[in-house]
């Protein structure tokens, strides 16, 4: 399997921190976001990584190279300085990613999950790891029940920005810029995204105020 981890964010809310680094060079528990994922799926057997970048994307490549230091080879799919949302970076990459599924991560996040629990492929066109509604997030993203994700449902829950897909969610996609949650919401009306809950350590990572709360959990649980 190979594995995405997405880098190309502007980290407006994350500025001034992310006006000179970009936001997956920050730091949690001294070690840079984008670091924490790499050594992860290197752990769980992905040693195949694409990573796309826009903002001060040429630090990213000088950050972590050619992946030889953390026992993976990572090549880049860079998108400019602005950026073509999740879908559109995703859509972009497909080329390196092959025809087989794949997995996706947000490099601004931080969790302890396992990556080698991931099923090696959805049962359908995507399959979402969830968590619990964070405090400034309460309402969630999509209804997970019986391991199939809905839009709407009784327990909602907040997707972590760790997914399974298969290229052929992304048919008939043009080039672009265009986010990937309506690709998500059209698959699930068609019962083709299953779920599954994680009940572990995640954190969105999402100002610096969190940033700083993040690094202190993290550093104590060390």
């Not at 949690?28 to 752990?43: D, V």
């Not at 026992?71 to 300085?81: D, L, Q």
């Not at 302890?112 to 959805?122: A, G």
Request: aromatic fraction near 8%.
């Amino acid at each position: 399997m190979r594995a995405m981890l997405l880098a190309a964010g502007r980290g407006e809310r994350m500025r001034p921190l992310t006006d000179k680094t970009p936001k997956p060079l920050l730091r949690i528990g001294g070690q840079m976001l984008i670091e924490h994922h790499i050594h992860a799926l290197a752990r769980a057997g992905i040693t195949e990584l694409v990573i796309n970048h826009a903002w001060l994307g040429n630090l990213i490549e000088r950050a972590l190279g050619n992946g030889a230091a953390y026992g993976v080879h990572i090549e880049y799919s860079p998108e400019g300085e602005t950026g073509l949302e999740t879908g559109g970076g995703i859509l972009r990459a497909l080329p390196q990613l092959g025809t087989q599924p794949f997995l996706v991560v947000n490099a601004d996040i931080w969790s302890d999950y396992d990556f080698s629990v991931l099923p090696r492929e959805p049962e359908g066109l995507a399959h979402l790891v969830m968590v619990d509604n964070p405090p400034h997030h309460p309402q969630g993203d999509f209804s997970l029940v019986a391991g199939q994700l809905a839009q709407h449902g009784p327990l909602m829950l907040t997707f972590s920005g760790i997914g399974l897909y298969h290229p052929q969610l992304f048919d008939g996609c043009e080039a672009g810029v265009f986010p990937l949650a309506p690709l998500l919401r059209k698959a699930m009306d068609r019962g083709q995204v299953s779920g599954e809950y994680y009940a572990g350590k995640w954190f969105d990572i999402g100002t610096p105020e969190r940033l700083e709360s993040v690094n202190e959990t993290v550093i104590n649980q060390q």
